[in-house]
């Protein structure tokens, strides 16, 4: 008995090494001057098997993936406060422009069609024109067929419209209620400005300058028995994102978060009860958790992630695992990192109509 004992303490004591060896193969091969710079929350990326390396390395070649949609949050600073927001403001550094015009280069080189600029608040740099900047450069050097912005809004003046507006395929505004009063508890508002009435004029002006309209909204404690049919029907967006309230270590959930997401989760029965509420909106594209974590929706089905320094993120365990900026190392040896399943991508209509000169659309 006590030698069967022995043979079974010397077995997880194996393991446990073996474990530790991996991580720290991990750090070593993530210590460089960029990635100290990360917030101490990301997990650092490493292989999770005792797989030779070599072998390891020929099997990614042989499947890498192509960057066909990339989401790019090249900030993470906001000026809402929205409490289940999962890429807060942990820092406020943002690449220098002609550095990410060299990284969005690359990655059209290797196979990127949608480039879709993200945050944080993509408008509060520069006041739009970093932003501005990099959408004509993807329109008109790299000529894209997708070029798209997720905003608050909030910031949006029409002069960008007049100076940009010809090189967006896609608007993307976040709105989570109809009823200021409930804006405000979600955080999604600044000083006295109505969320409401300037998303309508926002509206109007993707109108005027041909640009399709879209909305995001997360259904969260707050919302989730509001009756947007009407509302929605009425603003007649392209795409309407219904996403339900997502829980990310680190971010919105945990010790190092900078949010505290749980008051607005939601269960998947009150979820399903708000898309039932809605099915006769022709425009709705549901995410439920339960269909995110079947799918591995955040690195197969939406998009590419790609921080402010030019990392992918691998978000298939429930956190953000960086991989080596693409500007040091380039796109193929990142993007074996990311966790993109490509084949899973198209299978589950990540790709679609997305070039608003083929949307036909009556603006």
């Not at 303490?9 to 070593?28: D, E, N």
């Not at 390396?53 to 929205?82: A, G, I, K, M």
């Not at 939406?302 to 992918?312: E, K």
Request: with cysteine; hydrophobic share 40%.
């Amino acid at each position: 008995m006590q030698l069967v004992l022995l043979s079974r303490l010397l077995s997880v004591g194996r393991a446990v090494l073996a474990a530790l060896r991996g991580r720290l193969g991990a750090l070593c091969w993530s210590l460089t001057p960029l990635s100290l710079s990360l917030p101490l929350s990301l997990p650092l990326p490493g292989w999770r098997d005792s797989t030779p390396r070599p072998q390891r390395e020929q099997e990614w070649d042989e499947t890498l993936p192509t960057p066909t949609s990339v989401n790019y949050h090249f900030t993470r600073r906001c000026n809402y406060e929205c409490g289940f927001c999962f890429h807060t403001a942990k820092t406020s550094f943002v690449l220098p422009l002609e550095e990410a015009k060299r990284g969005l280069a690359m990655l059209k080189e290797a196979g990127m069609e949608k480039i879709n600029f993200s945050g944080g608040e993509p408008f509060i740099q520069d006041r739009g024109e970093f932003v501005g900047k990099l959408v004509q450069f993807c329109k008109q050097e790299l000529e894209l067929p997708s070029v798209s912005i997720v905003s608050n809004g909030s910031l949006i003046k029409k002069q960008w419209f007049e100076k940009y507006g010809e090189y967006l395929d896609i608007l993307a505004i976040s709105c989570d209620s109809f009823d200021e009063e409930v804006n405000v508890l979600i955080g999604r508002r600044q000083g006295k400005k109505n969320h409401v009435e300037n998303l309508h004029k926002l509206r109007q002006w993707c109108r005027e300058y041909a640009v399709a309209f879209k909305i995001n909204s997360v259904i969260n404690r707050f919302n989730v028995e509001e009756d947007m049919n009407e509302q929605i029907k009425a603003l007649n967006p392209v795409r309407w994102k219904v996403f339900q309230c997502l829980l990310i270590e680190g971010e919105n959930s945990g010790e190092d978060a900078l949010r505290e997401a749980e008051k607005f989760v939601i269960s998947d029965e009150d979820f399903d009860r708000f898309l039932d509420r809605h099915k006769d909106v022709s425009c709705l594209v549901p995410e439920s958790n339960q269909k995110l974590f079947q799918i591995d929706f955040l690195t197969s089905y939406h998009l590419i992630y790609l921080t402010f320094q030019m990392r992918f993120l691998n978000c298939r365990n429930g956190r953000k695992e960086p991989s080596k900026s693409i500007l040091d190392v380039g796109v193929e040896a990142a993007i074996k990192f990311s966790g993109f399943d490509e084949k899973m991508f198209l299978k589950r209509g990540g790709k679609y109509v997305w070039n608003k000169a083929d949307m036909k659309l009556d603006w």
